[in-house]
């Protein structure tokens, strides 16, 4: 087994780790979660990738030949579902089972990944025949993220061997960033990898796992770790040690974690702090929508550096999603959450 396991805290140089190792490494591939976290390495001049698009544009097009219901040279293309068109929205009810059964609404439509796809366009009429032919069209692949995702599984399930022939052809080894967000088929891709011969660098923070990753990550043991952070001030880095539990440190810095209350957040508003929420609802919501300065949700937001003080508005949050916000800022944090007991 090649792998290495790598956890650093938030703004402890991750993205610097990353890129150094892929400058003096040749022929990698880094792959991670989100595009915003891709973005700079991408920028950089490096191959990186979501695992979503390494999948769509490099895995499922090589395999497209060994799976009779996907036209041999198939176009792989991604289906956005929150744009349908009304007579695609048969689309979410379409499945693949891991045994490669085709189902709608649950139930077996009769179709298989082994039918040709000859074979489907000569059939007649049967229910929701229109949408699973215009998934498997007879030169284009079209898939939602579930489709994809159910289409991975399959492979890896059924395809383990080649898969990993063709990756270890093609790449020197693989860093997978963020790799506490790892869930599905990207999990199990990773562990498939894990396993084996070919390099392998699992690089991320257990407590930043808010995009409903798996707990894979978490119980493996780091190699390399790295508590501090050069992004997060250590004033604030202290107040997460002392609130929330979690061990960072932080370089020198004037800053503060201020409590404020939700009625006086307009007065922050100077048209540069920055907004932070999880959910958009209720007083939140109106908060957000009359807000002069950047707003995002904590979600969007991780993986960023933001220059200025940051406001972050709620109830309550869970650790994870608190220490995430927190230490996406340099300077000063202002916040109205409530900590649990």
């Not at 390495?41 to 097009?61: E, H, Y």
């Not at 084996?196 to 690089?203: G, H």
């Not at 929420?277 to 993986?303: E, F, H």
Request: net charge positive; charged share 25%.
């Amino acid at each position: 087994m090649s792998s290495k396991v790598i956890k650093f805290v938030a703004g402890g140089g991750k993205t610097t780790y990353s890129q150094k190792y892929l400058k003096e490494n040749k022929n990698g591939i880094y792959l991670a979660f989100t595009n915003s976290v891709v973005k700079d390495v991408k920028n950089s001049g490096f191959l990186a990738k979501t695992i979503d698009s390494f999948f769509l544009s490099f895995l499922l097009p090589k395999f497209s030949s060994v799976i009779p219901l996907v036209a041999s040279g198939s176009k792989v293309k991604f289906i956005d579902t929150k744009n349908l068109p009304k007579h695609l929205i048969g689309i979410l009810n379409i499945h693949i089972k891991e045994d490669g059964k085709i189902c709608n609404h649950g139930k077996e439509t009769g179709i298989d990944l082994t039918v040709t796809n000859e074979q489907l366009h000569m059939m007649g009429n049967f229910p929701n025949s229109k949408t699973i032919k215009y998934i498997f069209a007879k030169t284009e692949l079209r898939l939602t993220d579930k489709l994809r995702e159910e289409l991975s599984l399959y492979l890896l399930k059924n395809y383990e061997s080649e898969i990993l022939d063709l990756i270890s052809s093609r790449f020197s080894y693989i860093l997978i960033d963020e790799a506490q967000d790892l869930n599905g088929y990207r999990e199990v891709f990773a562990k498939i990898i894990y396993n084996t011969d070919i390099k392998l660098i699992l690089l991320g923070d257990d407590n930043q796992n808010i995009n409903c990753g798996g707990d894979w990550f978490a119980t493996l043991d780091a190699d390399c770790t790295q508590n501090k952070s050069y992004r997060c001030p250590e004033a604030n880095c202290e107040w997460i040690r002392n609130n929330l539990g979690i061990q960072i440190y932080g370089t020198d810095n004037n800053s503060k974690v201020e409590k404020i209350e939700i009625e006086n957040i307009h007065k922050l508003d100077d048209g540069e702090r920055t907004l932070l929420y999880s959910q958009k609802s209720g007083k939140i919501a109106d908060i957000v929508n009359n807000w002069l300065g950047p707003k995002n949700t904590i979600r969007s937001a991780k993986g960023s550096t933001i220059e200025n003080d940051i406001v972050i508005i709620g109830n309550t949050l869970n650790v994870k999603n608190y220490y995430t916000a927190i230490t996406r800022t340099k300077k000063n944090v202002y916040t109205t959450i409530k900590l649990k007991k």
